[in-house]
């Protein structure tokens, strides 16, 4: 029997998203380090029903499991949770890591935690987002009293970070900001860049994410010479949006995934990633704008003004203001952009998954 401090559970590759990818490049950065963690992850995340868009599976790695990890929960059989605390016990774990982003896991969280804690074994939680997106009433509080169970904590945003040591001024928080995705393939370069400025709004799609927002910008810019690139599953009807924008010449819409080959050919064209959230949130996104050394147009909310460094690794704007956005896209160039690329190199050097790592080592001898 092998014997490892601290436990991880949560997706791991194949799964999509930015947890997932999150998880794996964590799962990377304990062994590159040669600390003994045990990796717990899913051997299904989501039912079909409750995943949008073409599953939850990324097609082009399906085969892929990370060396050393268990596949073990069933979201939705709890026989498989019990098993999953068995291994655990099983190998000496002190600190058990758990992720949290959406309220469908409270079932899951909540079950787990009470075994862990029958066994003597702390609970650390990686704190995504606080609450869903847009969540409110029983949503809201079902998060706020998951959250509780844990013993401590890792957030990725101050915001997080001040409401987590509010509310539970008792328990261990630690924050750092996600670090670049550094995973993802070179580009090959398959798409030339046009106009004078290149704008790429990539990820999920989904409200709080200000797409609106933006395409109502580049509608006040008017400016032939500004292209924008939408990619990525949009979480609800995307017919009209599709339709009005079918023959625009400057917005190009991808509602679908797409795999990490295609994805670097977008970011390695971009000149500016644009986040324009109207909710705060961290975003995955931004780290894999800076994996590409590719600067950060933003709102000024919650995470993102953590990440995105205003003058140096890109530029934030108020949230919900179209004019405002379209005000920082007029005077941004490609010049700039290359002068920015420099500070995302530096924010990079000192933002590194050892840091993460650390904080968890952190929390496992609080």
């Given amino acids: 029997m092998t014997t490892s401090r601290i436990a991880v559970v949560g997706p791991l590759l194949p799964y999509r998203g930015g947890i997932s990818q999150y998880n794996t490049l964590l799962a990377r950065a304990f062994a590159e380090q040669g600390e003994d963690v045990l990796f717990v992850s899913y051997a299904r995340q989501y039912p079909q029903w409750l995943y949008p868009g073409d599953g939850d599976i990324d097609r082009s790695v399906a085969d892929q499991r990370e060396p050393g990890a268990l596949y073990i929960v069933d979201s939705i059989n709890p026989l498989t949770w019990r098993k999953a605390v068995k291994e655990i016990e099983r190998n000496g774990v002190r600190l058990a890591v758990l992720h949290w982003w959406t309220w469908f896991w409270a079932p899951y969280i909540i079950s787990t935690r009470w075994m862990l804690k029958r066994r003597g074994i702390r609970v650390a939680m990686i704190c995504h987002n606080l609450a869903d ?7 809201a509080a079902i998060s706020r009293y998951v959250i509780g169970l844990g013993d ?37 370069g398959t798409l030339p860049k046009r ?47 599709a339709k009005e924008y079918a023959d625009h010449p400057n917005v190009s819409l991808r509602f679908e995934y797409v795999n990490d080959a295609e994805a670097a050919e977008y970011f390695a064209r971009a000149d500016y990633v644009v986040l324009p959230y109207v909710g705060s949130t961290p975003s995955a996104v931004v780290a ?59 924010y990079k050097s000192t933002h590194g998954w050892d840091a993460i790592v650390g904080r968890l080592q952190t929390l496992a001898d609080s």
């Fill in 152 to 188: 401590c904590y890792l957030v990725h945003s101050r915001e997080h970070a001040e409401a987590l040591a509010a509310a539970h001024p008792d328990k261990p928080v630690e924050m750092h900001p996600i670090p670049a995705y550094g995973h993802y393939p070179e580009a090959k």
């Fill in 288 to 346: 894999l704008a800076y994996n590409y050394d590719v600067p950060v147009i933003a709102s000024r909310v919650g995470g993102l003004e953590d990440v995105v460094i205003d003058g140096e690794t890109g530029h934030l704007v108020a949230p919900g203001d179209p004019a405002a956005l379209a005000d920082v896209i007029r005077s941004a160039s490609r010049d700039d952009a290359h002068d920015l690329s420099a500070g995302v190199e530096k």
């Fill in 195 to 241: 106009g004078r400025i290149e704008l790429l709004f990539f990820g999920f799609i989904r409200p709080y994410k200000g797409l609106d927002k933006l395409l109502e910008a580049v509608k006040l810019l008017d400016d032939p010479e500004v292209f924008l690139t939408v990619v990525g599953e949009h979480w609800g009807d995307s017919s009209e949006l």
């Fill in 133 to 139: 997106h847009d969540a409110k009433g029983i949503k």
